[in-house]
């Protein structure tokens, strides 16, 4: 092979490395303009959160359910409460990592570990407030959950608009994520048919943008659920305690342009 011959193939195959890399490491969707992150965790604190715990009210934390350990946000889950921001946000792209602890507790103990992150969270300080949930659990991470008063319309995968749905007074209802199975609510569950959770002990990577009020929800890269018209379209954002030992890292939140 010549000396010219044997050049084009390093650039070949340069330019193949290129596109490779970069096609890993974009995200699986279109991110609108966005702003420099704001801290949400700094990896050493909870500094920029308060607390709110079913039982002990605000910024009381006797059992140390929320606490930090190597860089992570350790929820012991024994307990149910939150985690909330002491700042409101409204259009944004939010990126959190989590993976699952062991335990389960107290009404939870035995079933399909749960937790959650809520946002444009409005109104009293309580389990629950109001709010639309990112829903975080065994066999159903991607659900939309609307608690007390929140609504939104759904959007099928397919872009067809579905029902706007509103969640009652003091409770909530939800809207599947898209190719969702029917699975017991047992510990360890898994989705029969379309899970998209990594398996139990493994890192998850969720993604949330949120613009003016249209709703999309990513889980590992794949579109997991959409809706527009969201009610409220603003407010705080809260990662939950609810009966299950999670891990949380990698907490970004950019402000849309």
Do not use: C
């Not at 500094?47 to 079913?54: L, M, Q």
């Not at 527009?228 to 939950?240: N, V, Y």
């Amino acid at each position: 092979m010549s000396s010219q011959s044997k050049l084009r193939t390093i650039q070949q195959a340069i330019f193949l490395l290129v596109v490779f890399s970069a096609a890993l490491s974009s995200p699986a969707q279109k991110v609108p303009p966005h702003k420099a992150a704001s801290v949400l965790f700094n990896g050493h604190d909870l500094s920029t959160f308060d607390t709110y715990i079913r039982g002990e009210g605000l910024n009381s934390d006797p059992n140390h359910i929320f606490t930090v350990e190597k860089g992570l946000i350790h929820v012991s889950g024994n307990g149910f409460g939150y985690l909330i921001t002491r700042e409101s946000y409204k259009d944004f792209y939010l990126t959190a990592d989590f993976k699952w602890g062991d335990g389960t507790f107290l009404e939870r103990h035995g079933q399909a570990r749960d937790s959650g992150i809520l946002f444009n969270v409005q109104g009293e300080q309580k389990v629950w407030p109001r709010s639309i949930e990112f829903q975080i659990t065994e066999g159903g991470t991607g659900d939309f959950w609307l608690t007390d008063g929140a609504a939104l319309t759904g959007i099928a995968k397919d872009g067809t608009v579905l029902q706007h749905v509103t969640g009652p007074a003091g409770s909530a209802v939800n809207i599947p994520r898209y190719n969702k199975g029917q699975a017991p609510n047992v510990t360890g569950v898994r989705d029969p048919t379309g899970e998209v959770e990594r398996p139990h002990g493994e890192w998850n990577h969720l993604e949330l943008i949120s613009q003016g009020g249209h709703i999309w929800q990513y889980v590992n890269g794949k579109l997991a659920n959409e809706g527009k018209d969201a009610f409220p379209a603003d407010g705080k954002i809260l990662f939950q305690s609810e009966g299950a030992e999670v891990f949380y890292r990698n907490l970004r939140l950019y402000p849309l342009k």
